[in-house]
Every structure is written in C-alpha cells, then in structure tokens.
C-alpha cells in the first residue's frame, strides 16, 4: 500500500488549496479514504472521510469549509480547502485501513498565515 499527498503549500488567511493523495497497492474503490492532520504542538485528528460510494463525514472545525472527493478511476482523493485559517496549519496526511492495518502517507504541509 502507498499513498502520496501533494498541494500543501503557504496561503494567506483566507485563501484555497486543494490537497491530492493519490493511492496504490489495494483496491481503492472499496475503501474508505480519510485525510488527518496533526498541528504544531497538537495530536493528529480525522478532518473528513469519504467510504466507497461517496458518504463523507467531517471535523466541526472545518465542516462548510472543506470538501472531501475520490475519482476512483485515477485512485484519487482530494480535500478542497476553502477560507482558510491560521488554526488549519499543519500536516496533512491520507489514510487507509487495509486488512486491519492503518497507512499513512508522507504527509503535505500546509501553512496559512494572517
């Protein structure tokens, strides 16, 4: 299983960014994707999830902010991230489980400024 992050990056307050994980060595589209993120100086947290067919669920603290897809034909998921915040620093990571087994990938980071 791998999975690699891309799209963090340094926004003003305010701004957008789109994080991209794209996902290999299991069957993506039974499965339920999920990006975290963990602050400076805090423990990382579930942001949003999205299962196979496309229920997604996510934080309060970014819920009418982000928006979590999947393009199972390129084993895709994305985060949308719109107005966003000084507290929504930090790095993001996606995440399966597969056979009972959590995979993280490297992690993107994201850093937004006043």
């Known amino acids: 299983v791998q999975l690699v992050e891309s799209g963090g990056g340094l926004v003003q307050s305010g701004e957008s960014l789109q994080l991209s994980c794209v996902a290999s060595?299991?069957?993506?589209?039974?499965?339920?994707m999920q990006w975290h993120r963990q602050g400076p100086g805090k423990e990382r947290e579930l942001v949003a999830l999205?299962?196979?067919?496309?229920?997604?669920g996510y934080a309060d603290s970014v819920k009418g902010r982000f928006t979590i897809s999947r393009d199972n034909f390129k084993n895709r998921v994305y985060l949308q991230m719109n107005s966003l915040r000084p507290d929504d620093t930090g790095v993001y990571y996606c995440?399966?489980?597969?056979?009972?087994?959590?995979?993280w990938g490297q992690g993107t980071q994201v850093t937004v400024f006043l």
């Open positions: 060595g299991f069957t993506f589209n039974t499965h339920t």
């Open positions: 995440h399966v489980e597969y056979y009972a087994t959590d995979y």
């Open positions: 999205i299962s196979p067919g496309g229920s997604t």
